[in-house]
């Protein structure tokens, strides 16, 4: 071991040491390092390291077709996937100046909300098991593979969709599907009430994260938080809502924030902005007519013309950013993603100081990342 | 890693039999598309100004506001896409930063992206700043040289700059004078090489 656990302490003297966490680690969420030098059950200081799940993604982008590059996009934030594509086809939209039609902006938001509702509830799943509550989890996973065989109706597959296309989506909507997300909602929205019950007020869970790993706004904004890390810290602020995209503008839906940025403040937002999310996919069903589904344009080879973009949007753990750089080839010069739990993460250090181990578990959990976008 | 002319003409035409169905409104589209393309290569010609079009009234703005406070700096305005962009030289990028962070008309208060575009001659490096209060996302570009690829460190500013900063330097080896440790983040001890930069191999992976 260390030099420092290997010397015998004399009484009340600290003595340090360096605890190893990770990287196959159940409460990482994925392959995630980090050495703790602790005394006793205090961290003094802590050191992230990340990269285990590095694909190179980036650089791979660069080696594909623009419509390849959607199914990349679906494996860095694996799950948050229709969130991701979306983005993606955006940054191209814009660049080549598309316009999506309307159906299929309305499929994207509907998908996409559903698709964050999937991705908290497996955020309040593990938040439960890392706080040591079982139940909420079998509950918020029931919920999860409601979303998802949904999912599976509409794209084929449970989780790497490859469905949104540049322009459009690639096929229109089974026949039945406002049936089935009628029969969903209602079901959805007692999975969520039930662990929201179980959970979100037990005494046990409120002492575990209450006032544990809080994080003030200044230093919030200085790492980069966005999405419900940063709204825990009281920031009202929500791209849907700031800088309307797609048809978000076109639906009534509150952005929750919290008080005090600490761990249950950001679990809360995150149970909050599932209700939200519930009443946009209500919304989008009803307004949703018949039309295209895709723009010509988009189903061609396409060739977006030389320029820079950069187009950002609300995504389930924050702000997903792509910046894209095209020389007019079939493929993307440059395509930078600014994932938004490699902010959230890079904190971690900040949040661990001066902490109990027990407790870094809880502080890792509610930062609620995805290792796959981190490393990408 | 770009086309060869060859290889787009064996594109072209499986393309065009793909959307058979669509083709008369798809030429169409390619038609508008390449009349503003041709309108774009016009106006660059006619006059050096740059292309602000883009901008809505308060990026315009925030693009005076910057410009008014970069006075110092010899900032070249330009718009990318719908955002205010500003090309400084890259040993001020930290005093600009400073002064986009502190000045109450723009407050930067978050560094949102560093991303690293390698040019072939030259590497780029562009900041996505982001003020919740006015609300405004600006871009500062600037470049650095490929022999050696060195800016000063902004981490001191904001500190989100971290581990985007030891990224650019793990894949692009861009070395960013005054950050506290540019250990690798997403690569191993010993990787050698830059991935992120074109002369890189696809396919030609090391052993480990």
């Given at each position: 071991?260390?030099?420092?656990?290997?010397?015998?302490?004399?009484?009340?003297?600290?003595?340090?040491?360096?605890?190893?966490?990770?990287?196959?680690?159940?409460?990482?969420?994925?392959?995630?390092?980090?050495?703790?030098?602790?005394?006793?059950?205090?961290?003094?200081?802590?050191?992230?390291?990340?990269?285990?799940?590095?694909?190179?993604?980036?650089?791979?982008?660069?080696?594909?077709?623009?419509?390849?590059?959607?199914?990349?996009?679906?494996?860095?934030?694996?799950?948050?996937?229709?969130?991701?594509?979306?983005?993606?086809?955006?940054?191209?939209?814009?660049?080549?100046?598309?316009?999506?039609?309307?159906?299929?902006?309305?499929?994207?938001?509907?998908?996409?909300?559903?698709?964050?509702?999937?991705?908290?509830?497996?955020?309040?799943?593990?938040?439960?098991?890392?706080?040591?509550?079982?139940?909420?989890?079998?509950?918020?996973?029931?919920?999860?593979?409601?979303?998802?065989?949904?999912?599976?109706?509409?794209?084929?597959?449970?989780?790497?969709?490859?469905?949104?296309?540049?322009?459009?989506?690639?096929?229109?909507?089974?026949?039945?599907?406002?049936?089935?997300?009628?029969?969903?909602?209602?079901?959805?929205?007692?999975?969520?009430?039930?662990?929201?019950?179980?959970?979100?007020?037990?005494?046990?869970?409120?002492?575990?994260?209450?006032?544990?790993?809080?994080?003030?706004?200044?230093?919030?904004?200085?790492?980069?938080?966005?999405?419900?890390?940063?709204?825990?810290?009281?920031?009202?602020?929500?791209?849907?809502?700031?800088?309307?995209?797609?048809?978000?503008?076109?639906?009534?839906?509150?952005?929750?924030?919290?008080?005090?940025?600490?761990?249950?403040?950001?679990?809360?937002?995150?149970?909050?902005?599932?209700?939200?999310?519930?009443?946009?996919?209500?919304?989008?069903?009803?307004?949703?007519?018949?039309?295209?589904?895709?723009?010509?344009?988009?189903?061609?080879?396409?060739?977006?013309?030389?320029?820079?973009?950069?187009?950002?949007?609300?995504?389930?753990?924050?702000?997903?950013?792509?910046?894209?750089?095209?020389?007019?080839?079939?493929?993307?010069?440059?395509?930078?993603?600014?994932?938004?739990?490699?902010?959230?993460?890079?904190?971690?250090?900040?949040?661990?100081?001066?902490?109990?181990?027990?407790?870094?578990?809880?502080?890792?959990?509610?930062?609620?990342?995805?290792?796959?976008?981190?490393?990408? | 890693?770009?086309?060869?002319?060859?290889?787009?003409?064996?594109?072209?035409?499986?393309?065009?039999?793909?959307?058979?169905?669509?083709?008369?409104?798809?030429?169409?589209?390619?038609?508008?598309?390449?009349?503003?393309?041709?309108?774009?290569?016009?106006?660059?010609?006619?006059?050096?100004?740059?292309?602000?079009?883009?901008?809505?009234?308060p990026a315009r703005e925030l693009l005076n506001r910057l410009e008014l406070a970069l006075a110092n700096f010899h900032p070249q305005v330009a718009a990318l896409q719908d955002l205010p962009q500003v090309t400084v030289m890259s040993a001020d990028l930290a005093k600009v930063c400073r002064v986009l962070k502190d000045d109450p008309g723009i407050s930067a208060s978050q560094l949102m992206c560093l991303a690293c575009v390698d040019y072939e001659e030259y590497f780029q490096l562009v900041y996505m700043?982001?003020?919740?209060?006015?609300?405004?996302?600006?871009?500062?570009?600037?470049?650095?040289?490929?022999?050696?690829?060195?800016?000063?460190?902004?981490?001191?500013?904001?500190?989100?700059?971290?581990?985007?900063?030891?990224?650019?330097?793990?894949?692009?080896?861009?070395?960013?004078?005054?950050?506290?440790?540019?250990?690798?983040?997403?690569?191993?001890?010993?990787?050698?090489?830059?991935?992120?930069?074109?002369?890189?191999?696809?396919?030609?992976?090391q052993e480990f």
């Amino acid at each position: 071991m260390t030099e420092a656990s290997s010397k015998i302490a004399a009484a009340g003297e600290p003595m340090e040491m360096l605890l190893n966490m990770g990287p196959q680690h159940p409460s990482t969420h994925g392959v995630f390092r980090m050495v703790l030098q602790v005394d006793g059950e205090k961290i003094l200081d802590s050191e992230p390291h990340i990269g285990y799940l590095h694909r190179g993604s980036e650089k791979l982008c660069e080696g594909e077709q623009y419509h390849q590059v959607i199914t990349l996009f679906d494996r860095m934030d694996y799950i948050a996937n229709f969130n991701n594509e979306m983005v993606y086809c955006m940054a191209v939209e814009k660049l080549m100046g598309l316009t999506v039609p309307e159906r299929a902006e309305y499929v994207r938001v509907i998908l996409c909300e559903l698709n964050r509702i999937a991705s908290h509830l497996l955020f309040v799943a593990t938040m439960g098991l890392d706080a040591g509550a079982m139940t909420p989890s079998m509950i918020c996973f029931r919920g999860r593979e409601r979303v998802q065989a949904l999912f599976e109706a509409v794209s084929g597959a449970r989780m790497m969709h490859n469905y949104f296309r540049v322009g459009g989506i690639k096929e229109d909507l089974p026949e039945n599907f406002g049936e089935m997300v009628g029969e969903l909602l209602p079901l959805l929205r007692a999975d969520v009430e039930e662990s929201d019950k179980l959970l979100t007020f037990n005494e046990i869970f409120l002492a575990r994260l209450k006032n544990v790993g809080a994080i003030s706004t200044e230093d919030a904004l200085d790492y980069g938080f966005t999405g419900p890390c940063l709204r825990a810290c009281g920031v009202d602020y929500d791209l849907r809502k700031a800088q309307p995209y797609s048809v978000y503008d076109r639906f009534e839906f509150d952005v929750p924030v919290g008080l005090d940025g600490d761990c249950w403040d950001r679990h809360y937002v995150r149970v909050q902005e599932m209700y939200e999310s519930l009443k946009i996919v209500e919304q989008a069903l009803e307004q949703m007519a018949e039309g295209n589904i895709a723009s010509s344009l988009g189903r061609r080879l396409i060739r977006p013309p030389k320029g820079e973009v950069y187009v950002r949007a609300e995504n389930p753990r924050g702000e997903l950013g792509v910046y894209l750089v095209s020389d007019g080839t079939d493929k993307p010069y440059r395509l930078k993603v600014r994932p938004p739990s490699f902010c959230n993460l890079s904190a971690i250090r900040h949040l661990l100081r001066n902490t109990w181990i027990a407790d870094s578990v809880v502080i890792l959990g509610s930062l609620d990342i995805v290792l796959g976008e981190v490393d990408r | 890693m770009r086309l060869t002319v060859a290889e787009q003409d064996n594109v072209q035409p499986a393309a065009s039999t793909q959307a058979e169905a669509t083709q008369a409104e798809a030429t169409q589209a390619e038609a508008t598309q390449a009349e503003a393309t041709q309108a774009e290569a016009t106006q660059a010609e006619v006059s050096a100004q740059p292309d602000l079009s883009g901008l809505a009234a308060p990026a315009r703005e925030l693009l005076n506001r910057l410009e008014l406070a970069l006075a110092n700096f010899h900032p070249q305005v330009a718009a990318l896409q719908d955002l205010p962009q500003v090309t400084v030289m890259s040993a001020d990028l930290a005093k600009v930063c400073r002064v986009l962070k502190d000045d109450p008309g723009i407050s930067a208060s978050q560094l949102m992206c560093l991303a690293c575009v390698d040019y072939e001659e030259y590497f780029q490096l562009v900041y996505m700043l982001h003020s919740i209060d006015p609300e405004g996302t600006m871009v500062i570009k600037a470049d650095v040289t490929y022999d050696q690829p060195k800016a000063p460190s902004v981490a001191s500013v904001w500190r989100a700059a971290d581990w985007y900063e030891r990224e650019a330097h793990d894949l692009f080896g861009v070395v960013f004078e005054g950050h506290p440790d540019l250990a690798p983040l997403l690569l191993y001890e010993g990787f050698e090489g830059f991935p992120g930069r074109k002369e890189f191999p696809f396919h030609e992976y090391q052993e480990f």
